[in-house]
């Protein structure tokens, strides 16, 4: 093994050597499992997001008069937002 991959793999072979706790349980789930569900977590709140953005600012519902609305704020608290710097790093 080369010196400059030598971190590399053991940073490998970390992430995807499945959690003990979970493996007694009968769940073979690796830390690079788990990271990459928060991540699509994360994902799957900003299309949302985005979604009800575009649908505020978008043409109004049937029989509505077209009025301005405020756009929506992503919430402080979610424990999705708490992890983010996590997952950008990631």
Do not use: C
Not at 44 to 51: C, H
Not at 76 to 82: H, I, N, P, V
Request: no cysteine.
């Amino acid at each position: 093994m080369s010196l400059p991959l030598g971190p590399v793999i053991a940073l490998y072979d970390a992430l995807t050597t499945p959690i003990p706790q979970l493996v007694a349980l009968g769940l073979p789930v690796t830390t690079l499992d788990v990271i990459g569900t928060l991540r699509l977590a994360l994902v799957v709140q900003q299309i949302k997001f985005a979604l009800r953005v575009k649908a505020a600012q978008g043409a109004p519902n049937h029989g509505e008069e077209k009025e301005k609305r405020a756009p929506p704020t992503l919430p402080d608290d979610t424990a999705l937002s708490s992890i983010w710097a996590l997952l950008v790093i990631v």
